[in-house]
């Protein structure tokens, strides 16, 4: 589709890509913006997608990235039609549903009324525990939109019509305000987020599965009869049994592309300040070059918003290791934010068995010590409350938080191995290196002994929380040695669970 269609279409529904923040190119750091070659998001794009990107694509500012940098801890939040049935894992069991079971899920919004939800309830649970930023599901992979998309679905499947499924027009956005709730739930959150400080990261899907244009994109309940129009998705199983429809004519790719684009730049005019992307998937080799412009355009509106990698390798700002914690020290200057489900599920499932706070305060620090960020995965139920194990989890976490933030945020890691030292101690730094931070993930007894650090003479050590200097010693050979005192011994006295950070003045 040619450049200035796509503009034509944009301007009819009342969009402008008129920056709302400036952007200067001098404000572009020098990083080494690529992609670990391990990452999986990057093998499903790595033939098409170059890896130098072009010279008109610029990344966010120093700042953008420093502030990404800092967040550490924030919540990622699957919340759609999945929710009424509490279906396991979101939309993705959608592709192994019956015929019939496809049509009634389709058929889902018609009851959508979430009257639980409070999004400034939402946001006050966040920001008082240590929650800095939030990813929610602006549109999953079935393609309902939660938010007040002007965008048109012009052809969708009829799943159980006479003969088998079958293409058919239609006229519809499905989106949320075409349900009995009626309301903008992104709106809401952000207007929320706003308010309380609390960052902004929309999750959108490349993939569309209820609107038929999107064929045979990404993993899909369509196949269609020429496979060498998009041979990499091939082996990948779009889905266990799809129906084989008609190739997408020019005009059908055009408005896929038309459509995607609409979305995106919605989502970043409509709701102001907007941190990140949470882009999913990927659309494929055919699309790229349009992919491509559309994504230096969506730039132009928010310049400093973070795209996450998928779908688009090395023009993304961030990537996200999901549902596993890296080894080690990521190969990369590219920020990355951990993504893991608390429970079994990344959305709302009504027999989910949840990790543990202690499990959460663990990611955390080894994350964090290794340089990352970590989003927590939740799920709403289908009234738009979380599930209270969940809520009392992120307090705790919070807590926690409360007294040991000052050795999370804003925080950066120490060089090379210096990271650990074995599996109870995490290490974390201030920006000018000038403090260390201990993190003990086991309680040490009466003595902590640090092998690679050297304090500054005549410095105090003090744990986070505890209001008295430590007695501490330092030899070259031994390391230092922190005495605990007897009443901490004490698991009552103690100013936290879990883990305990000591501050510590170093020389290097």
């Known amino acids: 589709m040619k450049l200035f269609l796509k503009f034509t279409i944009l301007l009819v529904a009342g969009f402008s890509l008129s920056p709302i923040h400036s952007w200067s190119q001098d404000a572009a750091p020098s990083l080494n913006y690529t992609l670990p070659k391990s990452d999986d998001h990057y093998k499903c794009v790595k033939d098409y997608v170059e890896d130098k990107i072009d ?30 049935e509490g279906k396991n894992n979101a939309s993705w069991p959608f592709l192994t549903l019956s015929n019939k079971k496809k049509q009634a899920y389709q058929e ?30 602006s549109m999953h992979h079935e393609g309902f939109s939660m938010f007040d998309t002007k965008a048109r679905v012009k052809k969708r499947v009829n799943w159980i019509a006479t003969g088998g499924p079958k ?27 706003h308010k309380y400080g609390v960052k902004i990261d929309l999750y959108f899907s490349h993939p569309n599965w209820f609107n038929a244009d999107f064929r045979p994109y990404n993993y899909h309940p369509l196949g269609i009869p020429d496979v060498k129009i998009h041979p990499e998705l091939y082996g990948n199983a779009p889905s266990e049994n799809p129906i ?21 730049t919605e989502l970043l005019t409509n709701y102001g300040k907007i941190d990140m992307i949470c882009l999913d998937q990927w659309l494929g080799k055919k699309v790229w070059p349009q992919m491509r412009q559309e994504m230096k355009d969506l730039r ?33 200057d590219m920020p990355w934010f951990v993504i893991y489900p608390y429970g079994e599920s990344f959305s709302y499932f009504k027999a989910d068995h ?11 620090t080894d994350i964090v010590a290794k340089g990352g960020n970590f989003m927590v995965g939740i799920g709403s139920d289908g009234t738009g409350r979380f599930d209270p194990r969940v809520i009392q989890a992120l307090k705790e976490a919070g807590k926690w938080l409360k007294v040991n933030g000052e050795a999370i945020y804003s925080t950066r890691p120490r060089e090379a191995d210096r990271w650990k030292e074995g599996e109870a ?37 003090f744990m986070l929380g505890y209001k008295k200097p430590l007695n ?20 009552e006295k103690r100013p936290c669970r879990f883990a305990w950070s000591f501050k510590i003045a170093c020389k290097d």
Request: net charge negative.
């Open 472 to 491: 501490w010693s330092y030899d070259k050979a031994t390391g230092l040695e922190i005495s605990l005192p007897v009443e901490l011994q004490d698991f």
């Open 167 to 193: 293409l058919e027009d239609c006229d519809m956005a499905y989106s949320i305000m075409e349900t009995p709730f009626h309301r903008d739930v992104v709106k809401e959150l952000c207007d929320a987020a």
């Open 244 to 264: 084989i429809v008609p190739d997408p004519t020019a005009q059908e790719e055009a408005r896929m592309m038309a459509n995607h684009r609409q979305q995106l």
């Open 354 to 364: 949840f990790k543990g706070v202690s499990w959460i305060i663990k990611s955390l």
């Open 425 to 461: 101690i995490r290490y974390t730094r201030t920006k000018d290196s000038k403090t260390v931070y201990a993190i003990c993930r086991a309680w040490p007894g009466k003595q902590l002994r640090l092998k690679s650090v050297e304090p500054v003479s005549g410095t105090e050590i």
């Open 55 to 84: 010279t008109d694509y610029h990344h966010p500012s120093a700042a953008a990235i420093e502030a990404f940098r800092d967040i550490k801890f924030g919540v990622r939040i699957h919340w759609g039609l999945y929710a009424i």
């Open 300 to 332: 132009k509106i928010q310049p400093d918003v973070m795209f996450r990698a998928r779908g688009i390798g090395n023009y993304g700002d961030y990537y996200t290791p999901e549902g596993f914690i890296p080894g080690n020290q990521e190969n990369t």
């Open 108 to 137: 889902l919004y018609k009851t959508w009324n979430p009257t639980g939800f409070n999004a400034e309830e939402w946001m006050q649970l966040f920001s008082e525990n240590g929650i800095k930023m939030f990813a929610f599901t």
